[in-house]
């Protein structure tokens, strides 16, 4: 206890330092904090972003319609070749970015597809509005 004393009797005397507050920097040889406005401008880095995501966005639907159409040119070489009736369709629904895939007849008419139209026709909702399924906000 005595040891708990002599470091209390040897803060008690002893001046107070100040502690230096959040942003501000203990070293002697620093300036004064920067104000926001002294910061160096930066270009908007929201324009440059959405340039970015366009750009992204551009190549992945150029690379999916080159890969609809290599998958296409496959197919139909290999139906070519057999003796179905049927064959399988590839396209990209651009306003949705998807690949579409579809089974049609030997004149043209479409058996199945996937995805169907409800789900693209739920897609298309979703890419022209960005907020969901609601119409409304609270």
Partial sequence: M???ASVNA?????PATPTP?????ARADAGPPMAPSDAP???DAASAASAVIDSAQAADRARKQRAAQELQKQIDQAMAQSRTRTSLRFRVEE???KIVVSVVDENGKTLMQIP???ALALARRLAETGSGLVDRQA
Avoid: C, M
């Fill in 21 to 25: 507050t959040a942003g501000v920097s």
């Fill in 95 to 97: 306003d949705v970015g």
């Fill in 41 to 43: 401008a930066k270009p």
């Fill in 116 to 118: 169907d139209d409800t």
């Fill in 2 to 4: 005595s040891s708990i």
């Fill in 10 to 14: 040897s803060l008690a005397g002893a």
